[in-house]
Each structure stands twice: as C-alpha cells, then as structure tokens.
C-alpha cells in the first residue's frame, strides 16, 4: 500500500508515493531521477549516499524514505548555483579531490555539513568527520586539502 | 538490500504511538540507525513500523537536581549540549561523539541506541556508571527503573513490547566529581571491542562500567577493574578472544579512572 510522501528536494516542493519500506536513497534516485545520490556500499559504511536533510549529512541508504516527510532535502544536484560551481565543488575540481568521484558527492556533503558547524578546521577535524565517507581511489589527501580550501572560501565570502 | 514490505506509520504523540504499539509485530522507529541495517538484512521483519521521530521528546534539560536527557536527543546533539560541558559529566559528550561517524550521530538517537542494547555498543557503559534513571512510559503509566536493570542480554532490554524509553534521568554529581568513557573500537565496525565509563565522587568513591565484553554491559562490582574482571564472564570470538578482551577491558577502565580523577579535580 503506498504513502504519499511530501518533501521539499533542492528547493523544489516534490511529492511521490512511496511504499514503507522504500529507502530514501531509491526515492531520490529512481523516484525524482537525481543520480548524483550514489548506492555504494548500501550497508551504511561508505557515505556515498550522503545528502542534507534539514542541513545535516545523513545516509540516505539508510533511512526511509517517508521519515523525510516534511523535510528540506538538498543532493548534489542542488548544490550548485544555476551554471556555478558551489566553492565547495569547485575546490574539489581546483585541488584534485576526486578520481573516479563516485564517493565524491557524498565527500562534498559531509564537507558542507562539517563546514557550515566549524567554518575553520583543522585537518584532524576534517578527517575526522570523513569517516564515515569512504574513497576508494585513496585520494584522502587530496580531499582534506579540497575541503580546507573550501573553508577559506567560504570564509572570505562570508567576510566579503 | 531493501527491507521486507512493512507499513509505516508516523506518531504524532506519545499515545498514539503506544496505541500503535498494540500489534504484537510492531517495531519502535526512531533515528533508524541501528533499526534500518537489520531490516536491510531482514533480520527484523517487523509487520509496523512506529515512527516516533517526530515526539518531543528531544533536547537536555535541568530539572530538579536532575539532567533529563530527551530519549530522541541525536548524538550530535549529545555532544554538544552545554548542560553537559562540566568535568563531572563529561563522559557523556565524550562517548557521544565518538559513536559511528558523522552521519550517522545526525540521526541516531540516545533512546534509539539504549533501546537497541547492542552489547557493544558504548552508551550503555556511560548511563551505568553515571548511575542514570531509565524513564519508561507504558499504556499503564509512567515507571522509572535503574540503567542496571534496563540491560538484559544482547538486544534484551527490560521494556515491554507496548512501553517506550522516553528519557534518561542522570543525578546531577556533587561538585568535585569526574567521568570519562574509553574504549578501543574494532576498526572496521567502529563497535567497541572493550569499553569502559568510569565515575569518581568528590569523596574519591569510584564507580566503573565495561561494555563490549559480555552479553550485556555491565558495573564492575568493588573498586578495582582488574579483580572485578578476573572473575567476570568474559565474551570471545574471532576479533578478540576472551583472555585479551578481560585484558583490554581492564586498560580502558584504567584509563579512564585516571582521566576521570584528573577531572574531579577541575570539576565544581
């Protein structure tokens, strides 16, 4: 018997039906077509799946997807500004914080979450708050560096 | 993996959801953290699902010489909350953010996880040694029971199938004390392979809890780890055979005696 699920996904007022059992990540993915939300590990390890629900990072694999009712969903497809680049995004372009980039949209959402909290961390901070993002091109460095960046973007437009 | 068909249905206050919670295959969901995985796995094939997520029954607050903490407060949360910031309660926080990742302390629940009552998982650890109030609320009325007679067995809590944790109450400690959790995780789970709270009052008193190491957590009777372990009932398996486990368990709740005396001496 489905539900009927209504949510706001990147700043669009969206509504769906949806069994119980349907997994948020399937909702955004084969419900709305927004594929940038990879499965990966599917068992709640690798953070590929990682959007914003109501600004935090959560695993989208793992939660339902009528606990969104309600909530302001954002994915990687809402991160950029029409044709721009989100700093963040561009950094991981400008700073080589992806290879492959599958695990890259769930990267640049955690860093979102970890940034708008703690605007300035440092690289123990950022690493920590990766561990629950998985890279298996073993480009860590590359991203820490990319997030860091970020930061001191994100900074000075704030200041600007 | 997507978990058996299963309806849902969204609570919308404390009775309706114990009303719910009237058919026998119903199951509590709260941040889904733990809950989630097991219906993937179809572990659980619950024919409910109780979405308690939207309660208030969120946030920590002081009332009455006491620190009620919000059965749906997130982990995040936890870690951060300033009722939290002194020496004497700092255990909490401290366990808090190092539970799973970033993602998943978004979500997940005090309650959810107590609820939950992995053997490993760390909490439990923290609400005994703190000597913390399970508040439980039931289609008969509300009961308070000790942390030490909320844990059972591995995922055996004493709530009945129609009763709902809905906060933990922690005494607020004397001026004077300390607390602090330490555990060594598996690397791979994040779950702790041993993990210990200890608590010291302004009078030197000292109170222990390991996790991780036996069907369920448990206090440590008297006041050294190392005798109170040695004749403990200690759980092996490949990761960590019991002998190392008993032998892990005893330099946590070391360390963390030490570093909770050292912040008694902080705490006012």
Known sequence: MPDHLRFLVNGEARSLEVEGRTLLVHALRDGLGLTGTHVGCDTSQCGACTVLVGGRAVKSCTMLALQAEGAEVTTIEGLANGGELHPIQRAFVEHHGLQCGFCTPGMILTASDLLSRDPDPDDATIRRSLRGNYCRCTGYDAIVNSIRVAGATLRAETAA | ?268
């Not at chain 2, 009455?64 to 749906?72: D, I, K, Q, R, V």
């Not at chain 2, 109450?169 to 001026?175: D, E, G, Q, R, S």
Request: charged share 20%.
């Open chain 2, 1 to 268: 993996m997507i978990p058996a068909a299963v309806r849902y249905v969204r609570a919308t206050s404390l009775a309706a959801a114990l009303d719910a919670l009237a058919e026998p295959e119903a199951r509590v969901l709260a941040g889904g953290q733990s809950l989630l995985p097991v219906l993937k796995l179809r572990v659980a094939r619950p024919s409910l699902l109780v979405d308690i997520g939207g309660l208030e029954l969120r946030g920590v607050e002081s009332r009455n010489g006491e620190l009620h903490l919000g059965a749906l407060t997130p982990w995040t949360e936890l870690a951060t909350a300033p009722e939290l910031l002194r020496p004497a309660l700092a255990a909490i926080s401290e366990c808090a953010a190092e539970i799973g990742d970033l993602q998943v302390r978004n979500r997940g629940t005090l309650g959810g996880s107590l609820a939950h009552a992995d053997p490993a998982s760390d909490m439990p650890a923290v609400v005994l040694a703190l000597g913390a109030r399970m508040q439980l609320r039931s289609p008969d009325g509300e009961r308070e029971i000790p942390a030490s007679d909320f844990f059972l067995g591995p995922f055996l809590t004493a709530l009945s199938a129609r009763e709902l944790l809905t906060a933990v109450v922690v005494p607020l400690p004397a001026p004077g004390s300390g607390s602090a959790y330490v555990s060594v995780e598996h690397p791979a789970s994040g779950f702790a392979l041993a993990g210990a709270a200890a608590f010291i009052g302004p009078d030197g008193g000292r109170t222990i809890a390991v996790t991780g190491v036996a069907d369920r957590p448990f206090l440590l009777p008297g006041s050294d780890p190392g005798e109170a372990l040695a004749a403990a009932e200690i759980y092996g398996d490949a990761a960590a055979p019991a002998e190392y486990r008993r032998q892990l368990a005893e330099v946590v709740a070391r360390r963390a005696l030490e570093l909770a005396e050292r912040r008694a001496k902080e705490d006012r």
